[in-house]
DNA sequence: TTGTAAGCGTTATCAG
DNA sequence: CTGATAACGCTTACAA
């Protein structure tokens, strides 16, 4: 049913219908309350070619994301960007990226800067960088610029939407499968490696979440060691052999994608440990697919990209509704299933 | 770029460069070059609303799948249809539903037949009545249908595109799990629990996968047994009881959804067996929930009726490439991650 | 308050 | 072989 048959039932003209259909200009309240009757008999829909063709504009979302080498965590959500622009560029959304060092605050506050001067009509933000992010969040706010925030969540709930995992039962998952892998009485650690100073809540969050499931498995009697280790002293890798090489050490936790170090280890000293780590980067597909690694959790980071674009255009171009929080599932990722999610990525 | 701007700097009409387009009607095969180069150079993509509006076509997808009740696995992949149909049906994609009892050979060849008199489009086809729906699949090829098979894979390739699983590696991996939950010398059962004669592929590859991974664990010293409870039996319930309290279980695979089946005795008789099967449905749920069953391997299934539809709207409305097949992952689903498995369909 | 008409980019038809 | 033109359904500016 197109505007123009609406109007003939109506026996008005199709601008009139026009203007109630988006209250714009005035109507008589009589003539109003007829074209609604019918609109809603009718249950118009309006034709999406014809709306897109007649709007003909296009919207540009900036994405500011962590850069990132080939096969480090970073680089996946982005390629999800990278897929739903390829799927939705026709129907007129654009992405500009902007990259910046999560290692590096002013890096961030920079890219921040040229993003509000670019004015886009959406942003896609990675909220590594928690304090700044924030604040930027705050000025985005204020420009009314529409955001979505993937990843983890920061404070605040001005976002348009949500896209990310719950890191606390990221942890919680991570200990279930480590406890029910070592013996009862086992000795389990949790290493987390970090090259900055930055609070991250990720981290933070994913060994809360672990020890809160330690607790609560009280049938076992398990022996529980914190450690940290620091990327920016020069002989961490070796104080990391020697942790690992500890005696009696049943089950290893890395609460970030740099479980690979610790299978490295495992691996050359040939050591026995279980150990469970996070994301199906390819450093550690390959100590997956060998064993080294028991059980990987993955938060669907590719879709994480892509949903957060696909939000865009159902905002801004659709004109539909969008889900606020949407927390992707916790993939157990072992051994037998790999192969199934990697993700199939090909941008040609 | 238009066309209108291409037939300028071609100094043709904009009738001429659509002839090159679509390769439709004569063109001197100097000004056929000279439009071709331009299109090239200036990398042409057609405006995706003009087209849709100028054709103003739309395309019927008939869905040939089994009818169930609420709660039943076979709910799940028309979810994702529908859920498909609500994104994509603005864009000219339509789709029936053709309902066929599972047990029930002749509803499946009526359904058949009023799908080959609809003369669709497309064809989504659930193939869980094998030997027929191979048959169906010459048919429809005779009559140049393109159709794509959900679930799980038939005999022959003439197929638009595949959606499923790899029933024997999800085998595989209900081996892995099991195996690590239970002790080094003990006692496992598989059980089918089936209610018609047909040969059903999928179970029998899960089997399969489940005894493959059994044989290659060679570390351990496992008992197995196979045993299979029909439901057209009136006391199939007691039966299953019988077999579930059977001494020294250590460990049951129910390679179907019907797992809840086995996970009621063991609450109720308050056994201490570990049980893994597949697929989360709602009866599923609860035991998962509350820990009875351990392990439950999950394959999208809404999932793959939405990437089904998606598919027929890439192939005839797109016109976008799309791949043949696709083998969505196995998920692993257990207490800690369950709640973010639960797809999140609000159909209004 | 209401009607009219141009224009969005593509397709398809018809006349030259 | 080529050019001109109506049509698709909606938006918007302008005229009545």
Redesign the interface.
Known sequence: MTIKEIAQRANVSLGTVDRVLHKRGKVSRKTKERILAILEEVDY?P???????AL?KSFVVAALVPDSEEGEYWEVPSLGIKRAVKNLG??GIKVNFFYFDQNNVESFIERTAEVLELEPDGVILAPVINFEATKFCFKLKAKEIPFTIIDSKIHGDNYLSFIGQ?SF?SG??AA?LLV??VPKQGKIFIISIKNNENHNRTLQQRIEGFKD?MLSASNQDLLLEEINVDQRNSDWKINLEKICSRKNIDGIYVPSSKVHFVAEIIFNKKLSIKLVGNDLINNNFKYLESGIIDYVIGQRPENQGYMALENFYKFLV?KQEI?KNV??????I????L???KP?IELS
């Not at 927390?327 to 157990?332: N, R, T, V």
């Not at 072992?334 to 299933?337: D, I, L, S």
């Open positions: 829909k034709n999406v070619y014809a709306r897109g063709l003909n026709q129907f719950d039962q919680r998952l279930k029910s892998s499931f659709a889900s927390f992707l599932p916790l993939d157990i072992t051994k037998e299933n192969m199934y999610y199939q």
